[in-house]
């Protein structure tokens, strides 16, 4: 039998020490290349077997063996990039061959077998480190809470781990003892107390050992993230070896070894950020990215392993406790690349809503059908994030609510979460939104614009049904809606962006809401004229932005003057209440930017740059049709009928 030749491995370890993988420069990868092929034959004796006869030899043989195997795969990592960038394609793709070409012991092409690709051997490896737990001491004589603070005064660091000094911590409970034995006590004493001693110093011997152990697996893992994301984004597609079937293999390996009791349950936040980028690679596999065109001879996934990638991702989700918020971003924003991936193409039946859940109203029912199996486990996790999370934890649970209130057609979920006071709470949110996006914008934070932007999203998706508008409407969303003092400072907002993002969903939310319950809700309708009379600075200052600088103009034009023609054709104006007489002096205002916008629109001397875009000039079609609805509305409405139209027009 011949036996490979081991590479020498003082040379190698000399090598990372003088150059560790940061700052490894081109000549040491240059060095090790050229040397008996050090990267291929490296590559080709990992993962090792372990040799001991013993447990504790082969445990300690097996920490040794990963750390070498982390600090090669980190120094791979460098090595593809850097051979990727300097087009060495046949030398590249010997090395990704190596890592992900497909072996004979692979049973249909996604169902290999655990260790049929030298990627998952190498994740294998890391999952084999067992940490082990640490087990707190009962004990007899010393104070456990007294005992803690003593231990974290001789903590100290060893890079990024946090170990105790057990020598000066012998010193201190000797020191504690001596104290002890000026009071007489016995000599059986002395023995428990020794031995008391003793057994707290093995545990936090045991306690530093827990530790290394955590922190050599999260290495290790972090070197095997490192060379698998290199590999699916800095190399090219066409030298990745089966790339769509390795890319469902290893989400599913890593998605098998993070539940509880498992291997990377201790590393689920590292796991799940490898999660979202192989199942984003995964979708971009099946479509071109940022849109929902399918790529053309593109391999089809096969039946149900969208809804198997959708039920893990679900069940990490409901394990992943509460303070794990990392990992639950990482794990929300997986399910939407999961779920996008179902969803049909025929995007033309969307529905007026919520922008962050544009284009999942049509997601594969299999697909849905999940998420709705696991009832109000997972409704309770996407609200309590919802509610209570961090920023980017709350944008992704939004977006889920959004997608699972979409697909009840039975509203089964909307009486859920009414209920249990969440519509309620998240509607009387809005106030500290408000307040959120005063500060963020003064100090230049986008956090709170995008949370509320997904809020109001949520808040859309609700209204799009009648029961779920009726349902906003009993809840107060309107009057909470008048009281967003942001909206008053916008005019004098310098970044045009942002005025956007503030305006777009809260007029969104408006029209929908209006919609849904028809022209003769007058509680709605009054209402909603009470929001116009609040605002009608900020909604003059965008009617009169009649020059359509950008397409987001024309976007704000489109929705205000949409409500705007609403209103006008159903407000009852018989009856004189102070709402509605506020509401007329402000339509006289209005109407005059209103009529200016078919002048500016139509006449070829106001034409921009952006008129050659077809959905601006879909847009500019709109925003013509709602001026003229308007206008109509005012003339049938009107006992004396003006002229409208000077004879230019």
């Avoid at 004979?104 to 082990?132: D, M, N, W, Y």
């Avoid at 919520?354 to 299999?366: E, T």
Wanted: with cysteine; charged share 20%; hydrophobic share 40%.
């Amino acid at each position: 039998m011949q036996v490979k030749k081991i590479p020498n491995l003082n040379i190698y370890s000399a090598s990372i020490r003088l150059n560790p993988p940061p700052l490894a420069g081109a000549a040491v990868l240059r060095y090790l290349r050229s040397t008996h092929d050090f990267f291929g034959k490296f590559l080709e004796i990992h993962p090792h077997s372990s040799s001991s006869s013993s447990r504790e030899e082969e445990e300690d043989e097996g920490s040794c063996r990963l750390q070498h195997q982390t600090e090669f795969l980190q120094l791979l990592a460098l090595e593809l990039l850097v051979t990727s960038r300097a087009n060495l394609t046949s030398y590249l793709q010997r090395l990704l061959v190596g890592l992900a070409g497909p072996s004979s012991t692979i049973q249909g092409p996604f169902h290999a077998l655990e260790g049929s690709r030298k990627l998952l051997s190498l994740l294998e490896s890391v999952c084999r480190l067992e940490v082990g737990t640490f087990v707190p001491l009962e004990l007899h004589f010393f104070d456990s809470e007294k005992l803690e603070l003593l231990i974290k005064q001789h903590q100290y660091k060893e890079g990024s781990l946090v170990l105790v000094n057990v020598v000066n911590l012998h010193k201190s409970l000797q020191s504690e003892l001596n104290i002890l034995a000026s009071s007489n006590i016995s000599v059986a004493q002395r023995n428990e107390i020794n031995e008391e001693i003793k057994a707290i110093l093995n545990n936090t011997v045991e306690r530093n050992l827990v530790r290394r152990k955590i922190s050599l697996k999260r290495a290790a893992f972090d070197a095997w993230r490192q060379v698998v994301e290199v590999m699916i984004v800095g190399c090219s597609n066409e030298l990745v070896p089966s790339r769509q079937t390795l890319l469902v293999e290893l989400t599913q390996a890593i998605l098998a070894k993070s539940r509880d009791g498992h291997p990377l349950s201790t590393l689920l936040s590292p796991a799940s950020g490898c999660v979202v980028l192989l199942i984003q690679q995964l979708r971009y596999t099946t479509q071109i990215p940022n849109s929902d065109v399918t790529l053309e001879g593109a391999d089809p996934l096969p039946p149900g392993l969208l809804q198997t990638m959708t039920r893990n991702l679900v069940e990490a989700i409901i394990q992943c406790g509460g303070n794990m918020q990392q990992a639950r971003a990482h794990l929300y924003a997986a399910l939407l690349h999961c779920l996008k991936m179902s969803a049909s193409n025929d995007t033309t039946d969307l529905k007026l809503g919520g922008a962050i859940a544009q284009g999942y109203q049509l997601v594969d029912s299999d697909s849905l059908s999940v998420l709705c199996s696991y009832g109000d486990i997972f409704i309770e996790s996407l609200c309590k994030d919802a509610s209570k999370g961090h920023g980017v934890t709350k944008v992704l649970a939004f977006s889920l609510l959004s997608i699972v209130l979409g697909a009840d057609t039975y509203q089964n979920w909307l009486k859920h979460l009414k209920n249990k006071g969440y519509v309620k709470h998240f509607i009387e949110s809005i106030n500290s939104d408000n307040q959120n996006l005063m500060m963020g914008l003064s100090q230049d934070n986008i956090k709170p614009l995008f949370v509320y932007e997904a809020k109001l999203a949520f808040l859309s998706q609700i209204a799009q049904t009648e029961v779920g508008a009726v349902t906003l409407l009993e809840a107060g969303v309107i009057p909470r809606l008048c009281e967003l003092t942001i909206l008053h400072q916008l005019p004098v907002t310098s970044d045009l962006y942002k005025q956007h993002l503030l305006i777009q969903p809260v007029f969104t939310l408006l029209t929908s809401l209006l919609i849904s319950l028809g022209n003769r809700h007058v509680l709605a309708n009054r209402q909603a004229s009470q929001f116009v009379c609040m605002h009608s600075e900020l909604i003059t200052t965008i009617v009169k932005n009649d020059t359509g600088i950008t397409k987001e103009d024309y976007m704000d034009l489109q929705i205000v003057t949409s409500l705007l023609a609403w209103l006008r054709a159903h407000n009852l104006e018989e009856e004189e209440d102070a709402v509605n007489i506020q509401l007329q002096s402000t339509s006289t205002q209005l109407q005059r930017h209103l009529i200016n916008l078919l002048h500016s629109l139509q006449l070829p001397g106001k034409c921009t740059s952006n008129d050659t875009d077809p959905e601006v000039q879909t847009l500019k079609l709109q925003i013509i049709t709602n001026v003229v609805s308007y206008c109509v509305s005012a003339m049938g409405k009107s006992q004396v009928i003006h002229a409208l139209f000077s004879p230019e027009i």
